[in-house]
């Protein structure tokens, strides 16, 4: 039946996004089914006007439905300070925590031999234009601890060393943490990293 089809389909496509696999695609579709009126007609007008509007931003690369993000129109926001991260979705977690106040720049991934992707294939090249065109005193990178996060680091940190200040987030044991479930390359980095109390 066609209709058993269209559910078949959603469901199928719910489920290949992240977090939700086969059985909490099902369990949401449902909900939505039954909450047509309250949920899955906003959600649907919601999705079709997003799919029209949303773009990334010119200047930093966050997501936003105008050419600029409200970030980087924020003229307080202009501090000198630039937060350099990976994904939109990072951009996002440091905007959660609320302390940074400076403006962004998403680089759209990490440098990878293995994956064929060099500086050219993400945000690098805009990153130097911004630092040499902007008012940039600080270079913040808060990218992931990974060798390929790192890598990533190290490049950037080569490329601006003459021209910006560069510093990196803090990196080891999470406030909570305990020792016994922390990998060693957490707890190597928290032990080079260590300060006098």
Known sequence: MKNNRDLDVLIELMAKLPGLGPRSARRAVLHLIRKRNSLLLPLADMLSNLSETARECLNCGNITTTELCEICNDQDRGNGELCIVEDVSDLWAMERANIFKGRYHV???????????????????????????????????????????????????????????????????????????????????????????
């Open 107 to 197: 680089l759209g991934g990490t440098l990878s031999a293995l994956d064929a992707v060099g500086p050219e294939e993400l945000r690098i090249p805009k990153l130097v234009h911004r630092v040499l065109s902007e008012n940039i005193t600080e270079i913040i990178l808060a990218l992931n601890a990974t060798i390929e996060g790192q890598t990533t680091a190290h490049y950037i940190s080569e490329e601006l060393e003459n021209s910006v200040k560069v510093t990196s987030l803090a990196q080891g044991v999470p406030i909570g943490g305990e020792l016994d479930y922390l990998d060693e390359g957490t707890i190597t980095a928290a032990l080079k990293a260590r300060r006098q109390i």
